[in-house]
């Protein structure tokens, strides 16, 4: 039996996204020297925008830009470097494109410069608990939030996660995030919540999370997975970063059919070929 999968819309400034029927995709550009995946491909403005601008082609609906690497260990980086990372590059995509941007930061700077710029989405992985700054901007601006979850910071979090229940744990952290971001006057309608695959969390944790997705989705806003050649896939395969994508796309199907509206990748493409095929299969899959 066919049933169709609630529409929630995520309101990004000028922007609306449908989520639901069809699984956006958001494309991955890591202006940095040390991202785990892309460290130094895109560190030159002209090659990241090159990148984005591929990415658009190649179908996605959205491409995040980060200055800051969070992978495991990683040092923060300073205000004007961050900015002199990301602002060229927004400047570029846009002077080019109309592909909806969201900005990878936690500094409320960053993501107001950001958006004076063009830019829609703020995808903040501390969850409005970096800089106060950060949540009465996006309830002034009206664009998008990202709120995910994390357990410590970039620096500490591989250290020895635990959870009694790390489903519950998640959820009751997401909530809470957004229910203190609606009191600061961030309407509902601008949030999309993410478990965080691979911040402060095993292997296993991970693996529950990706696949409690509905439960997830049930607090009332779209939900975003981040799971593109992230670790897990190579403790699963034994393989290194550049070899997880098809790894990275069994994960994006799996995630899709338990309830993912959006998934934040490196490899556009192949992950839009992949979904087409999962979105078809979703509406015949239990949702709870
Ligand atoms: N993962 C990374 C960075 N930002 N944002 C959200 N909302 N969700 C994620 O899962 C997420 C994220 C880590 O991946 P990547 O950007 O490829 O690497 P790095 O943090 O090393 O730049």
């Known amino acids: 039996m066919k049933t169709p999968i609630e529409t929630l819309s995520w309101q990004c400034g000028p922007r609306t ?18 991202s785990f995946s892309d460290g130094g491909d895109f560190l030159a403005p002209g090659a990241a925008i090159t990148r984005a601008l591929e990415m658009a082609a190649e179908g996605a609906d959205m491409i995040d830009i980060g200055g800051e690497s969070s992978r495991p260990g990683a040092d923060s980086v300073p205000l004007e470097e961050e900015l002199g990372r990301v602002l060229p590059v927004i400047e570029g995509i846009r002077a080019a494109s109309d592909v909806p941007i969201s900005i990878d930061t936690t500094k409320a700077e960053v993501a107001r410069r950001a958006i004076a710029r063009g830019v829609e989405i703020v995808n903040d992985i501390s969850a409005l608990r970096s800089d106060p700054a950060m949540g ?21 979090m591989q250290q020895q996660p635990e959870y009694e229940d790390v489903v519950a744990e ?13 009191r600061i006057g961030i309407e509902i309608e601008q949030i999309c919540l ?16 990706i696949a409690a997705g509905w439960r997830f989705r049930s607090l009332g806003t779209p939900l975003l997975v981040g799971m593109s050649r992230k670790s897990f896939i190579g403790s699963l395969l034994d393989l290194p970063v ?3 994508l098809e790894g990275s796309l069994a994960a994006a199907a799996a995630a899709v059919l338990r ?7 490196h490899d556009v493409r192949a992950t839009r070929r992949a979904v087409a095929v999962a979105d078809a299969i979703k509406p015949y899959v239990q949702q709870e």
Not at 138 to 152: P, Q, R, W
Not at 259 to 265: E, K, N, S
């Open 17 to 34: 996204f449908f989520c639901g029927a069809r699984t956006l995709i958001a494309g991955v550009v890591n202006v940095t020297p040390d």
């Open 136 to 156: 009465p901007l996006v309830a002034e601006k009206g664009v998008g939030l990202i709120l995910m979850h994390m357990k410590g910071t970039p620096r500490t």
């Open 170 to 182: 998640v959820e009751a952290f997401l909530e809470e995030r957004l229910e203190a971001a609606l």
């Open 194 to 209: 993410d478990p965080g695959i691979g911040f402060g969390k095993t292997l296993e944790h991970n693996l529950e999370l």
């Open 242 to 244: 550049g070899e997880r």
């Open 259 to 265: 309830g993912a509206d959006i998934l934040r990748v």
